[in-house]
Each structure stands twice: as structure tokens, then as C-alpha cells.
């Protein structure tokens, strides 16, 4: 049975860089799309990213666009979220999910996803 772990997280200063990874610690994610999520305290779970099996199609909601980059490695057994230029609103624990899903198709939405990891925190702070 498929299982995902994160890390990466930590504590960074505004402006500052982190990368996420996304790992299966069991199974392998070949024909799984990924997703990135967050949440903060007392706030809804946002969706940030996702990427297709093929890693040939991504998305990213605005909040994010422009600053995160979301890939995946030749082996399908890590998926990495490139973070830069963080913002206090980027604090958050964040999550990964997956799902088995055509070549060229990721999901923004929590709901279309299986299996999650536990989460890794992320604070933006000076």
C-alpha cells in the first residue's frame, strides 16, 4: 500500500527559499498524479500544486504561482516543491497527496486524492 512522507520543512525568514520533498515510503508513485496542500491554523486546507504522472502537466493556484515549482524525479519516488520568495502567509503545515490518475491529468482538489502524508511544517518568520 502506498505510503508518502514529507520533509523539508523548517523555520525561514521572509524572502527566504525551501524545497518540500515528497516521498513513497512504500509502492512508487509511476501513475500517480501529486498534490501539494497546506493548511494553517483555524484556516481551510489550501491547494497549491500538482503535478501528472508523466510530470509533463502542472498546476498552481495564484496564491503561489510564479514562486513554487512543483517536479518530480526520474524514478517517481520523490516529488519536490521548489518554494521561494516565502511570506509570512506561506507559514503552514504542508502536505502531499496522491492518486492514480491518466498520464496527463493532476487534481486541485483535496478530495480527488487517496493517499496523504503526514505533514512537515513550514514558518516564515524573521
Known amino acids: 500500500q502506498l505510503g508518502l512522507v514529507e520533509s523539508g520543512g523548517g523555520l525561514v525568514q521572509p524572502g527566504g527559499s525551501l524545497r518540500l520533498s515528497c516521498e513513497a515510503s512504500?509502492?512508487?508513485?509511476?501513475?500517480?498524479?501529486v498534490g501539494w496542500f497546506r493548511q494553517a491554523p483555524g484556516k481551510e486546507r489550501e491547494a497549491l500544486s500538482c503535478?501528472?504522472?508523466?510530470?509533463?502537466?502542472?498546476a498552481y493556484a495564484d496564491s503561489v504561482k510564479g514562486r513554487f515549482s512543483i517536479s518530480r524525479d526520474k524514478d517517481a519516488k520523490l516529488i519536490y516543491l521548489q518554494m521561494r520568495d516565502l511570506k509570512s502567509e506561506d507559514s503552514a503545515t504542508y502536505y502531499c497527496?496522491?492518486?492514480?490518475?491518466?498520464?496527463?491529468?493532476?487534481?486541485?482538489?483535496?478530495?480527488?486524492?487517496?493517499?496523504w502524508g503526514q505533514g512537515t511544517q513550514v514558518t516564515v518568520s524573521s
Open positions: 497527496a496522491a492518486a492514480r490518475a491518466s498520464w496527463n491529468r493532476c487534481f486541485m482538489i483535496g478530495e480527488s486524492y487517496t493517499t
Open positions: 512504500a509502492g512508487t508513485l509511476d501513475y500517480h498524479a
Open positions: 503535478i501528472s504522472p508523466s510530470g509533463a502537466y502542472d
